[in-house]
């Protein structure tokens, strides 16, 4: 049934795009697998809605605790050109000339890019990978939920060749909401939302707030 409904989504000139997680995962269930005595619910526990294509929704109880803006699914499709990770990459092997690449951006049709998805059992944890093979580098970035944490984002980059390569790299989250925000006030006014939002970074730990702010 979904072989067809993809085959005729494609002749129709549809890109699918899969929802690779669209559930709560309560995270005493995962608690279950490591704890040696019983385990009692999280009261703090974490969703997130993912697209393959990278745009998503994540937050802690409802949608009042959200990270990003909760949107619905067809929205999140397409969400991830301007909410979510951005990754970019400046790479120079000895001898040669300067690249620039963008892992997972939504445009690139390059023969040489791989691209994979991986998700655990209980679907806690999910890997997206992309493979660039006239680079010879492997990029990828794990979402995984911790209870004193909460959502976790860990980013790798790995040389695939021999030699050694020279690396500027720039990686973050765009579109984060400030904590407290009114689920109907950024669906309905997210501009005011913007305009008043205030990113802060302390310099002693190297944590970022991100909170809403009147001049």
């Keep these: ?22 559930f709560s995962s309560p995270l ?14 999280s009261d703090t526990d974490l969703w997130m809605f993912l697209s393959s294509a990278g745009g998503l ?10 990270l990003f803006p909760y949107e619905t699914m067809d929205r999140l499709h397409e969400a991830h050109a301007q909410t979510g990770p951005i990754t970019l990459v400046r790479a120079r092997r000895a001898g040669g000339p300067e690249q620039r690449w963008q892992p997972f951006h939504p445009e690139a049709e390059d023969p040489a890019l791989e691209r994979n998805l991986y998700k655990n059992l209980i679907g806690n944890r999910v890997v997206f990978e992309e493979i660039h093979r006239g680079l010879g580098l492997a990029f990828r970035y794990r979402w995984s ?8 984002r860990t980013a790798t980059l790995e040389n695939l060749g021999d030699d050694a390569v020279d ?3 720039l990686d973050g989250l765009r579109n984060l909401l400030p904590h407290g925000v009114a689920l109907p006030l950024y669906q309905a006014s997210s501009v ?24």
């Design 1 to 22: 049934h979904y072989g067809r409904g993809i085959d005729r989504a494609r002749a129709l000139g549809v890109r699918p795009n899969i929802t690779v997680h669209h």
């Design 28 to 41: 005493w269930l995962d608690d279950l697998r490591r704890a040696p005595g019983p385990c009692t619910p």
């Design 57 to 66: 929704t994540a937050g802690r109880v409802d949608p009042e605790g959200a």
């Design 145 to 152: 939920a911790c209870d004193a944490l909460g959502h976790v």
């Design 167 to 169: 690396i500027t790299l």
């Design 192 to 215: 005011l939302v913007d305009a008043y939002k205030r990113m802060d970074v302390d310099a002693a730990t190297g944590l970022a707030t991100c909170a809403l702010t009147a001049h």
